[in-house]
């Protein structure tokens, strides 16, 4: 289909006898025909690819191209086939690309690392002041647990004195 019709209607609106002009034959032969399939002439067999090459090789035909493309000094089809790629090649390759993923995963590796280590950071530096006033808490109510007897105070008073004792003789009488 198209957006441009076949048979344009030149700005008319498509009627009925339109319709049926274009469904009805215009020729009484081709109403007459009730027969849905003509008879078509017999076709001859379809071979297969192996027939196909069976017989293209009894008429010489493929020994001839393979003979055309190949240089005088070459053999027509080789007696052993290597490999395309060389197995160094290969292991290379193998190598190459294990290495390549142990380097992305290291990567990985030292990435979460430190943001696991800037996150750990960040925690703490958030924390810091809520962290310093609960040490001062901790330190004063393990200070004040820590005194003797029944949590009491202790007085301890030192006296200091000097006692001067002068003794005076006078002649022998007591």
């Not at 007459?32 to 069976?54: F, G, N």
């Not at 070459?74 to 190459?96: H, N, Q």
């Not at 808490?137 to 006296?159: M, N």
Request: hydrophobic residues 45%; proline residues 9%; glycine residues 10%.
């Amino acid at each position: 289909m198209s957006a441009n019709p076949q048979y344009p209607a030149h700005d008319r609106p498509i009627t009925t006898d339109d319709l049926l002009a274009a469904l009805v034959p215009d020729t009484p032969a081709g109403a007459q025909q009730t027969d849905p399939a003509p008879t078509a002439p017999a076709l001859q067999p379809v071979l297969d690819v192996a027939a196909l090459l069976e017989l293209a090789r009894r008429q010489g035909a493929l020994e001839a191209t393979v003979t055309q493309q190949t240089p005088a000094g070459l053999p027509a089809v080789p007696e052993k086939s290597s490999p395309i790629v060389p197995r160094w090649a290969v292991g290379t390759a193998v190598a190459a690309v294990g290495i390549g993923v142990g380097g992305m995963l290291l990567g990985f590796a030292l990435d979460l690392l430190a943001t696991g280590a800037a996150a750990v950071a960040a925690g703490i530096t958030a924390a810091a002041p809520m962290l310093l006033l609960g040490a001062v808490l901790v330190a004063a109510l393990l200070g004040r647990r820590s005194g003797k007897g029944d949590g009491g105070f202790e007085v301890t008073q030192t006296v200091v004195q000097t006692i001067t004792n002068t003794v005076k003789s006078t002649g022998g009488r007591r």
